[in-house]
């Protein structure tokens, strides 16, 4: 995503430029910025559930920027906030997902908030049952195996989802068929209240890859730069023809798990209050201003123009209609068949009885 010539010794060091860095820094505090809106919103009435990307912004807008909007795939999850914005949607986009607005362009109100997904920018919908992104993601990554389109899929989730029987079945078939296909799990140590430590056998979810014969990186979330090598690596190598790789980016969780979680309970007071020295936000504005990339005079446009553009969203997504009741049925049941009379169950063809028993199956 390079987006202008003046390279600094930073920019350099990571092959962008001075322009690529601030657009970066821009999304992860662009993405702060709408997440600390939805929690106002929703302590004033205004939406019904947040669960917030606090703390893993830097990871995702690292390990997205490498690969192409409009061509390359990204499955998210539900704290993918800064993901879906380095990947083209807006913070409109975001909060009309937050109302659960009729023009929505995530689900058109459908989806419970935190359910992103956006055909146009390539964002593939998710469920709420954890970890089934994975499976659209790999199944991604084979069609564009077979129509040779040069294109990536990845998917993203935490550690607690990681575990789940869908990642071991992905994993290894994308394994197998070395498919075009990155798979990144976002470690904040928790799976709501559960640690880590009574997660894994392992130290790391990375120490897994080995399994499945692809390269397991280990990155510190809280390190946009080093996220973002970490994803042209893997991208790179995926666009080759090597096939998968599994990254862990080890991130903070800055908030409770939702808004109905209260994370006092099981977080010792000590671990929550150093969790702030670890936040990719402020470590990147400082080390842009080291570098001289981002100057005092940069921060305070970027700073007026996110204020200004969170406002703007908030107020557009607030006066949008709501979804018609009369819809609710729409897109949910086929509106139009194939024939005047459907098959009783749904199939037809050579081994399907009417009866449902599966035929020869």
Sequence with gaps: MTTGS????????????????????????????????????????????????????????GLAWPLERKKDWIAPFYRSIAT????????????????????????????????????ENHLVSLSSPVATQMLHAVGIALAARIRKTGQVAMTSMGEGSSNQGDVHEGLNFAAIHRLP???????????????ASQELATEHVADR????????VVVDGSDVLACYAAGREAVERARRGDGPTLIEAKVIRLTAHSSDDQQTKYRPEQELAGLKAMDALPQFRSQLAEAGVLTEAVEVRLNAEIKAEVHAATEYAEAQPDPEPSTAMQWVYAEEWPSETPP??????????????????
């Design 209 to 216: 890859a080995s399994g499945y014969g692809i390269p397991g």
């Design 181 to 195: 296909f990155i798979l990144v799990v976002e470690n904040n140590g928790s799976a709501i209240s559960v640690p």
């Design 84 to 119: 879906c914005l380095a990947f083209g949607m807006s913070a409109q986009d975001i909060l009309m997902a937050q109302y659960a607005k009729a023009a929505d362009p995530s689900s058109g109100g459908r989806q419970m908030p935190g359910h992103y997904g956006n055909a």
């Design 344 to 361: 009783p169950w749904g199939l037809t063809g050579p081994g399907t009885s009417h009866d449902g028993s599966g035929g020869g199956h």
């Design 6 to 61: 003046a390279q600094s010794d930073l920019a350099a060091s990571v092959g962008l430029t001075d322009a690529d860095l601030i657009a970066m820094y821009r999304t992860v505090a662009l993405a702060r910025a709408v997440d600390e809106r939805m929690w106002i919103l929703n302590r004033a009435g205004r939406i019904p559930f947040v669960i917030s990307g606090q703390g893993h912004e830097g990871a995702q807008v």
